[in-house]
């Protein structure tokens, strides 16, 4: 069991519709990311938090649109997306950005678009 | 760009150790070896890491040799359940910038076979 936790797990969305995943840990960790995997391919690290600001941005369209609410909880909010973004979206999370504090990942969303 | 350098694909008899290779010999002084596998629909799972000292828990065994340029994780009796894709992975120095990034390569795909 993971304690990241990523809803929905599934998700069939068409190009014009407005979505959000969702990301949710409690384990006090103040860095969250963001992470797309295609099929066959590792991870690609899209989007890092720390302390719920925005620190890296790894050049993502802007229809995909992150939002950190709170230190537990880390949303991605999409728009008009294509076909090829249909992919498996990861987050994780850790104590902080350092880097002996491993990251934590969830089972991710797997998004289809039509 | 990955750091590292893995073969694509091993096999390994059940109860037999797993001795899975890892190049970085472009690695900084002050950054981590990191692995992490992946089983099939599922996030990535963390295992290990460490700097220059060899390092051990409960799921396996890190040897990072005395220049750091390259390490073997050890798995020391395999079971099928093992099977998946591990990922070697040196992390990116600093919680600033770039820092604290984890920069997946292509990993190796382990076949755990009875």
């Known amino acids: 069991d993971t304690e990241v936790t990523q809803t929905p797990k599934h998700l069939v969305m068409g190009m014009t519709n407005k979505k959000s995943l969702k990301c949710e840990q409690h384990m006090g960790h103040r860095a969250m990311y963001w992470y797309k995997q295609k099929a066959k391919k590792p991870p690609e690290l899209m989007f890092v938090y720390s302390y719920e600001k925005l620190s890296i941005n790894e050049s993502v369209p802007s229809r995909f649109s992150p939002e950190c609410p709170n230190s537990s909880l880390l949303n991605l909010h999409l728009h008009a997306l294509q076909p090829e973004d249909s992919a498996l979206y990861l987050c994780?999370?850790?104590?902080?950005?350092?880097?002996?504090?491993?990251?934590?990942f969830g089972d991710g969303t797997r998004l289809s678009i039509l | 760009d990955a750091k590292t350098t893995q073969p694509p694909s091993m096999d390994c008899a059940e109860g037999r150790a797993a001795n899975l290779p890892c190049n970085h010999s472009?690695?900084?002084?002050?950054?981590?070896v990191y692995w992490y596998r992946q089983i099939h629909s599922q996030g990535p799972q963390y295992i290990i890491h460490g700097l220059k000292n060899n390092e051990t828990n409960e799921m396996a065994s890190l040897i990072i040799t005395e220049d750091r340029k390259s390490s073997t994780l050890i798995l020391p009796h395999a079971t099928l359940r093992d099977t998946a894709v591990y990922y070697c992975?040196?992390?990116?120095?600093?919680?600033?910038?770039?820092?604290?990034?984890?920069?997946f390569g292509q990993g190796t795909e382990l076949s755990v076979k009875p």
């Open positions: 992975i040196v992390r990116v120095g600093g919680i600033y910038n770039q820092g604290g990034k984890l920069i």
């Open positions: 472009t690695i900084s002084g002050n950054e981590y």
């Open positions: 994780a999370s850790s104590q902080d950005r350092q880097k002996d504090q491993p990251q934590h």
